[in-house]
């Protein structure tokens, strides 16, 4: 019997959803619905064992079809409208960190819906094709899912990819190193840069570890490495996780002093375009050229059930969205090697890990 997470029962969720009901709607800023913008289904592609099948949508229907065009399965709407609202009870319900769902597997196995996690080599979670009434035509679009039924979902992945490397600027040696090291409290991150500041020492931005990682920041913006490293620091210091907090704090201190006589919004402009950019292709460790792997957009999956999207359509609403629910986190320090003191020459140096969480 298969086994999943939340976050992946919640894509099957929404693939059940979306041919039950025949439309995905499009959210404001506020991840409410948008009644008068939604995006008719033709069909759901899905690869199973190398082959390609089709789930298409008719009022009454849902037919399957493999690459060869033979039809194979002819089902109601309404079993896939009765299995998605079980389906949502079942994941609300359930406890642990993976878990079966025996009440569906019969269903499964007769749609042919064998792999719980989607194939995919891109951000894509799921593939659709819709008719477009902005130009007639019959697009596929790939979306990424992130459902709020379990634990907050990651925007952005930790790895020590995503390490920013500072260099210690003050009187410190060896033993003021191994003194700031040693502290080991719950909150041993944050407990060091409290000492370092203590000691009247401060850090000085060098480079992200990842070279990869540093140019494709570099591509969003030549500034962006250095946005990102002094949020990152803001976070650490303890002055709050909310990125539209700590970008209001940016905003006043202007470390990249920016013209703002004029009122632009610099820096909260460039951080919603590096959010939609990780959010739709970029991650750290691949070249990446600004190409959009999930080309539809971001499907989110709310508390209660709703399933709404943001397309390219509604891009001002969906970086508006990011920008509202999207934090830092702290991540594993031992497994990224990040948060401590290291010398080298006569230099020292700490790194520090970014990873954004949906609030």
């Known amino acids: 019997m298969r086994k999943g997470n939340k976050g992946e029962w919640s894509e099957l969720y929404t693939f059940l959803k979306l041919l039950s009901e025949g439309r995905l709607y499009a959210a404001d800023a506020n991840l409410e619905r948008i009644y008068d913008v939604y995006y008719p289904l033709i069909k759901i592609l899905r690869l ?55 009440k569906i597997e ?18 894509s979670d799921i593939r659709i094709v819709v008719h477009d009434p902005n130009t007639g035509m019959r697009p596929t679009l790939g979306f990424s899912i992130k459902s709020r039924l379990g634990k907050a979902p990651t925007l952005l992945n930790p790895g020590k990819t995503t390490n920013f490397i500072y260099k210690i600027k003050g009187h410190i040696n060896d033993k003021v190193m191994r003194e700031i090291n040693n502290i080991n409290v719950r909150s041993k991150i944050r407990a060091r840069m409290k000492s370092i500041k203590d000691k009247g020492l401060s850090l ?43 970008l209001q704090l940016i905003q006043i201190e202007n470390p990249c002093n920016f013209n703002d006589a004029h009122g632009h919004k610099f820096y909260e402009y460039k951080i919603k375009s590096f959010m939609r950019d990780v959010a739709l292709g970029m991650v750290p460790s691949k070249m990446w050229g600004g190409k959009f792997d999930a080309t539809g957009g971001y499907i989110v999956v709310r508390e209660d059930g709703e399933i709404l999207c943001y397309h390219i359509y509604n891009h001002n609403d969906f970086q508006e969205y990011l920008l509202q629910n999207i934090k830092f986190d702290t991540p594993s320090s031992s497994r990224y090697e990040f948060g401590e003191i290291y010398k080298e020459g006569d230099e020292y140096f700490i790194k520090l890990n970014l990873q954004l969480r949906f609030i």
């Open 48 to 102: 199973e064992k190398g082959e390609e099948l089709q789930y298409f949508y008719t009022d009454e229907m849902i037919i399957l079809e493999d690459e060869a065009n033979n039809s194979s399965v002819k089902m109601p709407v309404s079993e896939f409208k009765d299995k998605s609202l079980l389906l949502l009870e079942e994941i609300k319900k359930a406890k642990g960190r993976s878990f079966s769902i025996g």
């Open 204 to 246: 000085e931005f060098q480079k992200p570890s990842n070279e990869i990682f540093n140019l494709n920041l570099q591509i969003i913006d030549s500034r962006m490495p250095d946005i990102l490293a002094a949020l990152l620091k803001y976070f650490y210091d303890g002055m709050g996780p909310d990125m539209k907090g700590l």
């Open 106 to 123: 019969e269903f499964l196995h007769a749609i042919q819906y064998d792999s719980l996690k989607a194939a995919s080599k891109d951000k």
